[in-house]
């Protein structure tokens, strides 16, 4: 079975442990063994970015660019072959594992463009004979902890400006999906970064996570995960000498509004690939589908036309629309959130069942509840999983209520033909991003990405916003002598 190792100091170091990375789709598929990071493993990554910190903060723009720009032409040159690599690890169908490498390259090629348009300010100062300049400055070393479910994508968006701006790295991937990080270090390296540049450790939150944390010289951590983590890696921030800076993208509890003038059509497309693409393992999945009175009954039926004639299955299989959940671990979340749900009263009206197929995976019929109300546990908890809820309401201001009625504030959508309802709408959801009869998930690279209350804390991701997080602002003054 081939081996995959840390990166640290521009070496691959293995480690005393691995874990299996297991395919979801077929669990008798071990794509390889990947090392588990331990205590020592981050403390020396670190230093390694320590020491390679202030040469690298001082490199041209044109050398971060050039660097970021091979590494971009390779993974989109490569991006079948990297897609395959993704969903065979994580499960999403290949066309979305392609898609998700190629949006990878463009993030990286983004991103090599914005290494030449940093820029600063010069102003004059209230006090006479003095000038005043702001300029920006790498942060450090910077620690990024990101999630399974987008594998390549979210390690790209947080590695490619880190990098950008000057900044050194150690990243360590979600535990489930090894591989694709590796991948895309690898092709980074290659591309010429600097030895200890950026470090890898794979392995536990619990332990490389933590010690990543606890280590005082990290100096930023960008994190992508769920919100009871995001809460224990904030905490530790603050609480660590000297305090971290960081930012947090988390859950969703995203609500799709389909008004009684939406387009029948738009509004059922909307829904399936929100709720159910990418087996809902989504941030920016639509969950709850709020539908008023007058066209609830409609769509239901439209809906449920269009599940039944969903494919779930393998992952790598031609014609798949849908591929297995990440893991057991997941799968059973999702069971118990359907047990709670028609505990609470809600009517299951299609899916939810386990399915069986040629080979051994974590497959499930993705479901539906009606008859919900906004105040149950299937519409206030994120369940990541391809399970959406109905709730049925009288009007667009008791939608807009409901919507806005949640703990969480990442993407929301509505589906209308009424231009006094979508810019209402638009204006007043309270959410980091709003759609307009398009799904609540799909998001362009080269704009902010992140929400609102629970969804986000801290800068946005992408596009130049992502130089709020790193970089760090100076503002000199100057005697003119
Ligand atoms: P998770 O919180 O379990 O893990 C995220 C990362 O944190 C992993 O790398 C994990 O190993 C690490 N980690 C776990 N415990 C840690 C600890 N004690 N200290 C430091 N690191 C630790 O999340 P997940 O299950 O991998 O991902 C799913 C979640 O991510 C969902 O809630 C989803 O909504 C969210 N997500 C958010 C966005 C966004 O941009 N808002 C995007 C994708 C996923």
């Known amino acids: 079975m081939s081996h995959f190792a840390n990166f640290i100091a521009g070496e691959p170091v293995g480690a005393n442990h691995t874990t299996a990375n297991v395919n979801p789709s077929d669990t008798n598929d071990v794509i390889g063994d990947f090392s588990s990071g331990t205590k020592a493993d981050v403390a020396e990554a670190i230093a390694a970015a320590k020491q390679a910190f202030p040469a690298w903060s001082r490199t041209t723009p044109q050398e971060r660019h050039d660097i970021l720009k091979r590494a971009a032409d390779e993974v989109l040159a490569r991006k079948e072959e990297l897609g395959r690599i993704l969903s065979r690890e994580e499960g999403k ?24 348009r940093l820029n600063g300010e010069m102003m004059g100062s209230v006090r006479p004979g003095v000038g005043i300049e702001v300029t920006r400055e790498p942060v450090g070393v910077v620690g990024l902890i990101t999630p399974w479910n987008f594998p390549i994508a979210i390690p790209a968006w947080k590695l490619a400006p880190a990098l950008a701006y000057g900044n050194t790295v150690v990243i360590k991937p979600a535990d489930l999906v090894p591989h694709s990080a590796w991948a895309l270090v690898d092709i980074l390296q290659r591309a010429g970064l600097p030895k200890g ?7 536990k939150g619990s332990v490389v996570g933590a010690a990543m944390l606890a280590h005082p010289d990290i100096a930023a951590i960008s994190f992508t995960g769920s919100v009871a983590t995001g809460r224990l890696v904030a905490a530790a921030c603050v609480a660590s000498t000297p305090m971290k800076k960081v930012q947090l993208e988390m859950g969703g509890k995203n609500p799709l509004v389909v008004l009684d003038d939406a387009d029948l059509k738009v509004a059922v497309d909307c829904a399936v690939n929100g ?22 009954d409609a769509f239901v039926a439209a809906l449920v036309e269009r599940m039944k004639g969903l494919i779930v299955d393998d992952a790598l299989k031609a014609g798949t629309h849908i591929g297995p959940v990440v ?6 979340q999702d069971e118990h959130y359907i047990r709670i749900a028609r505990d ?22 993705p479901a539906l509840f009606t008859e919900t109300t906004n105040a149950m546990r299937i519409s206030r908890e994120e369940v990541f999983g391809p399970i959406a809820n109905v709730i049925r309401v009288k009007t667009y201001d008791e939608a807009l209520h409901v919507a806005n009625d949640t703990d969480f504030g990442l993407s929301a959508g509505i589906c209308t033909t009424s231009l006094k309802y979508a810019s209402h709408f638009r204006r007043n959801v309270e959410a980091g991003m709003v759609m ?3 799904p609540t998930a799909g998001v362009d690279y080269h704009v902010p990405f992140g929400g609102r209350k629970g969804s986000s804390y801290g800068p946005r991701e992408q596009g130049a916003y992502a130089r709020e997080f790193y970089t760090t602002v100076k503002t000199a003054y100057i005697a003119a002598g």
């Open 93 to 116: 169908t290949l066309a979305e594992g392609v898609g998700e490498a190629g949006r990878a390259g463009q993030v990286l090629s983004f991103f090599a463009g914005e290494t030449l």
């Open 197 to 203: 540049v950026l470090n890898l450790v794979m392995g």
């Open 275 to 296: 709720a159910f693409f990418s087996t809902g393992q989504r941030c920016t999945a639509s969950s709850r589908l709020i539908v008023t009175d007058t066209v609830h």
């Open 327 to 332: 893991d057991q671990k997941q799968l059973e």
């Open 344 to 365: 609470e009263g809600a009517r299951l009206i299609w899916g939810g069942e386990r399915l069986n197929r040629q080979t051994p995976g974590f497959y499930l019929q």
């Open 436 to 438: 307009v009869n398009l």
